[in-house]
């Protein structure tokens, strides 16, 4: 089964017209995209993109042979233009099936927003998945695994990456299954910073026009299974690590910063943090991390080692100099090997989220001095045990590794 992408973008298009962001400014070239719309062997298409025959014609298609047009969301872009010989545009009631002249089957699936996906098997029996933007498939997992992974998925990646955990968890997208972003626009990443992201979730992003076999052997983005992310205070480094995971089901978010009894301001930090979790992961509130990272389970969120850190240091008193130099710096070393340790053995996918604090001014106590080179020691070592490490400053993300 072949795909030509007529178009990726969202409905509006990018770069808007007359919009003089910074993201508009740098959609240029193969950064630019029209609405979204998909060619499946010159005989279906699915969705309109602004002048459809001369996007074919761009990409080295007709649509002279297209014998259905499907519509998935309503359409907020230009006005939808239907060349003259194409037939009128419908879209298919929820889990209504089509069975077309041309070998294909097409069955409707439910969204939980306005629209409607379609799942296409080819003749040759390769499936794919076409989510419209904003959505996410509604009651999946309901009925069992909705059969055999899809050969590949094309969905708002970045704007609903719950709709991507939602289809890992039934193994409808499995490792081998080619995740495609579409409906792409104003408020994603421009770039490079784009590809970053989408490799993340373990998704790419193509050219208009660019012409795929569905079922062929291609090179899904290899998601690193340890990442370290490292940071400043507000640098971003949180949002940074969420974002990692937002696209993988059962996360099990670890706080290491417990609660503080008369504390409302770090009870309102606390609470930012949670709002912006998925509704679907799990928060445990503790510093026993070599027990989570030895267990097998979904992946893990520690945020943050620097708090873990600060819990260590006070149950060994090590603020104390005197009781610091008799025995607590090695019981110290002692707990963060065991750590270090049960990253390198752990088959859990994780990200950890670190304070980088040796770049400022150096602190005016021992103690201060002190908790900042442990601090420096433990990310080192910790990072050394990570296949990807980041650095966060002003909301973006460097890699180190």
Known sequence: MELTLLGTGEPAGLPRP???CARCAAATGEEARAATA???DGTLLLDLTPGPAFAAARAGQTLSGVRQVLLSHPHDGPALEVPAGLPAPVRVADRQELALISGHRVRALAL??????????GPGGERLLYLPPGTAPAGVGEA???????DMVLLDVLGRPDALARLRAVDAVDAATDVLAVHLGHDGAPGPELHRRLAAAGARAVPDGTTLAVGAYHAVPDVPRRTLVLGGARSGKSMEAER????????????TGGSREGDPEWGDRVAEHRERRPASWRTEETCDLVPLLAADGPPLLIDCLS?????????LEAWDDTLWAKGGAGRLRERVGALVAAVRATRRRIVAVSNEVGSGVVPATPAGRRFRDELGRLNAAFAAECEHVLL??????????
């Open 18 to 20: 007359d919009c003089p």
């Open 112 to 121: 939980d927003a306005p629209g409607t996906g379609y799942e296409v098997t």
């Open 244 to 255: 990692r995971l937002a696209a993988f089901p059962g996360v099990v978010y670890v706080a």
């Open 144 to 150: 069992g695994r909705p059969g055999p992974s899809y």
């Open 392 to 401: 966060t400053v002003a909301g973006i993300a460097t890699p180190l590794r």
């Open 38 to 40: 998909l060619l499946i």
């Open 307 to 315: 708090l873990w850190l600060t819990h260590e240091m006070d149950e």
